[in-house]
């Protein structure tokens, strides 16, 4: 465990407090716990998407949403749906292949996140995607 001299607005730190004394739990550990729960592990991502998954915990609830609701292309869907199922794939099938499984793996981390913000950020049902966060 390490520690660190942390400068907060007196507003963020009222609002720690208060948290904290509802929760009955130390303002310390309320702010870690909330440091932990929005920073993104990254050991486990891919080494170009590190710095994407990171700056995504910044951007607005309707930033999120955008990013909650992406797709890969219907084109993109049915040619992994194709590829996937070519018992014996050439060289260049095999290249598409990965491509599409990587353009895939991208578009669900980023909802994964971006889910996960709006669920820490709370409000409204996240399965009511119809009305988005504001």
Not at 56 to 64: F, K, R
Request: no cysteine.
């Amino acid at each position: 465990m390490s520690s660190i001299t942390l400068t907060l607005p007196d507003n963020t730190l009222d609002q720690a407090q208060q948290a904290a004394q509802v929760l009955q739990r130390p303002v310390e550990q309320l702010l870690s716990d909330m440091l932990t729960a929005v920073l993104p592990p990254l050991d486990d991502v891919p080494p170009d998407l590190q710095k994407e998954l990171a700056e995504i915990t910044w951007l607005s609830n309707s930033e999120l949403w955008e990013i909650a609701r992406e797709q890969l292309s219907p084109a993109d869907q049915e040619n992994l749906q194709q590829l996937s199922q070519i018992s014996q794939p050439t060289a260049v099938q095999v290249a598409q292949l990965d491509d599409l499984r990587r353009a895939y793996g991208r578009v669900t981390l980023r909802k994964a996140r971006a889910y996960a913000l709006l669920s820490l950020r709370g409000g409204t049902h996240l399965l009511n995607q119809s009305s988005p966060l504001r």
